[in-house]
């Protein structure tokens, strides 16, 4: 089965700690984005990469740090300058072109105590 | 710059009623609109989406949307809903750009709650 699979589902870090999600596709899709998902907010966009070994800043990239060096994978690090981390954070993949769906993975719940 | 309101945070309703979620966005050019539902503690999966053509589009689990330019709405429907469509529902939208990667800005999203 093609899709997008996200590890761990649930995440619990001490605070100063950094922490990488995730995530793998085996859609052969080139375009992948992380989003942070709070409750009453929507979705996020903290990263996005069109393409292997390039990737571009979203919309809250502050304390994130991401890496595409294979085109299934697009892990994220939450690090500790990140203020306030505790969140649902969803990857995505799609096809390049803007009228292409993103397909999403089932999200990591990320808690730091 | 754009953005997306999602005008009810929750909708509260009865099992094989109708229901309207409401989605309106701002944007000076063209735009593609998506819905995508979110079920607990899950990823979002889409509903459907407007390119161009028909302005009433169907997607899948009996929702439909209309797009209507002039108002820049595109409201989700459903005639008769059940308890399994109690969900989160987000509206999308991302500019036409040719070339462009699909950018998606999301509304806050609408809990929709179906009851006996």
């Known amino acids: 089965d093609g899709g997008i699979t996200q590890s761990p589902k649930y995440l619990f870090r001490k605070e100063g700690q950094n922490v990488t999600l995730s995530c793998e596709q085996n859609?052969?899709?080139?375009?992948m984005y992380w989003y942070r998902q709070d409750p009453g907010q929507g979705l996020r966009l903290i990263y996005y990469s069109q393409i292997v070994n390039d990737f571009q800043k979203g919309d809250i990239a502050e304390g994130y740090s991401v890496s595409r060096e294979k085109k299934e994978s697009f892990p994220l690090t939450v690090t500790s300058a990140q203020k306030n981390p505790t969140a649902f954070y969803l990857c995505?993949?799609?096809?390049?072109?803007?009228?292409?769906?993103?397909?999403f993975g089932p999200g990591t719940r990320l808690t730091v105590l | 710059a754009q953005s997306v309101t999602q005008l009810d945070s929750q909708v509260p309703v009865f099992e094989e009623a109708p229901v309207e979620l409401r989605c309106n966005y701002s944007?000076?050019?063209?735009?593609?609109l998506f819905w995508y539902v979110q079920y607990p503690n899950q990823g979002l999966q889409l509903l459907l989406k407007?390119?161009?053509?028909?302005?009433l589009v169907k997607g899948i689990n009996g929702f439909e949307a209309e797009f209507n330019k002039s108002q820049t709405s595109f409201h989700l429907r459903k005639p008769s809903v059940h308890i399994s469509d109690t969900a989160e529902y987000f509206c999308a939208v991302t500019l036409k750009e040719d070339g462009g990667y699909n950018k998606l800005i999301f509304g806050a999203g609408t809990r929709l709650a179906v009851h006996p």
């Open positions: 944007s000076s050019v063209s735009v593609y």
């Open positions: 859609l052969n899709h080139d375009a």
């Open positions: 407007y390119l161009s053509g028909s302005t």
């Open positions: 995505a993949s799609s096809i390049a072109g803007a009228y292409n769906e993103q397909f």
